[in-house]
């Protein structure tokens, strides 16, 4: 079902040409891939790799040294399980079958100078085409340079790049359907670059016309969803939809692995809006002031992982 998604070229984008068609496919569906963009599968591979490596070879203590014990912090080493989307959004108490490892622009952790080389690299091409696809979806949707798109783009971005081994037989789709539960994404948009599995099992899906469709790989070409601040930014231009990941079934389980590279392009924490409004736009957003900052809204968004999540000792190994 990859042809309900529409593919843009960057390139193409950003002298003009596909704007009112990209304008049509952010307000309708709010998830499309974008390719010609300057980085290709094999940019993406020195970065993946050095995170695997870490997480299958890497010791109990190397990663404790790089593990926050707030399951909310978003830098350094998060271990298998350790995180649930589903308690976060309050659609279910599964674990997310993955681990992860994030940074930011500062208070970064890595476990030694040549991960954090490679991944400051990497970081900074990510960062400045996602920025890229950002303006010209807003471009698209009649925001101008004179709006200050530039100084709205230069922001608080995060980069997770997540390794979901194969699943157990606990976790195959026939006893928990999802390593991921259902979630919108709060950022302006975010950026994904995803490896296929080996077996072909297609694990990305998002709420496109009112069903879950298949968000395949495609070559040198990158998802990019917009997120729930691209709608508040826009007054409601911009949709921002849900996804998910799905576990395999039992006959899929071998050969399921993946990993997937996530760029977040988060407004600065001082961005303020309409709590009302963000409500009417179906996000949930818990705090009761009628206006509030991205900053707050964030540790509202996670009070349910605080609250129902028992305390638990990360699986840092394999």
């Not at 003009?16 to 496919?25: H, N, Q, R, T, V």
């Not at 350094?76 to 399980?81: A, H």
């Not at 920025?131 to 783009?153: C, H, N, R, W």
């Not at 790989?217 to 997120?227: E, I, K, L, Y």
């Amino acid at each position: 079902m990859a042809s309900k998604v529409p593919v843009f070229s960057l390139s193409d984008l950003k002298s003009g040409k596909g704007l009112s068609e990209l304008a049509a496919a952010v307000a309708e569906k709010g998830i499309f891939y974008i390719s010609d963009c300057g980085l290709t599968d094999e940019d993406h591979k020195e970065a993946r790799e050095t995170y695997v490596d870490f997480f299958k070879n890497g010791s109990q203590d190397e990663k404790r040294s790089v593990t926050l014990e707030d399951r909310n912090a978003r830098r350094g080493f998060s271990g298998l399980e350790w995180e649930s989307t589903a308690v976060v959004t309050d659609t279910g108490k599964y674990s997310d079958y993955s681990t992860c490892f994030s940074m930011g622009i500062g208070n970064n952790m890595f476990p030694n100078s040549k991960f954090e080389g490679t991944w400051q690299s990497y970081f900074d091409r990510m960062y400045q085409t996602t920025k890229d696809v950002a303006s010209a979806v807003l471009t698209s949707v009649g925001a101008t340079p004179d709006k200050g798109i530039e100084d709205f783009l230069e922001c608080d971005p995060l980069l997770r790049l997540r390794y979901f081994p194969e699943v157990p037989e606990d976790r195959v789709a026939e006893k928990e359907p999802l390593r991921m539960g259902p979630h919108y994404d709060l950022s302006i948009i975010t950026l994904v670059h995803q490896t296929a599995c080996a077996n072909g099992f297609v694990s990305l899906q998002c709420e496109v016309d009112g069903e879950f469709v298949d968000l395949p790989t495609r070559p040198d070409a990158m998802v990019v969803f917009c997120g729930a601040v691209g709608t508040l930014a826009t007054e409601g231009q911009i949709k921002a939809p849900k996804h998910r990941v799905k576990s395999p079934g039992h006959e899929q389980r071998l050969g399921s692995s993946r990993t997937s590279s996530v760029f977040f392009l988060r407004p600065k924490p001082d961005f303020s809006f309409n709590v009302k409004q963000a409500r009417e736009w179906g996000f949930n957003v818990l705090i009761p002031e009628e206006r509030t900052t991205f900053s707050d809204w964030l540790g509202g968004n996670y009070v349910n992982m605080r609250r129902d999540t028992p305390a638990a000792t990360p699986v840092v190994s394999q």
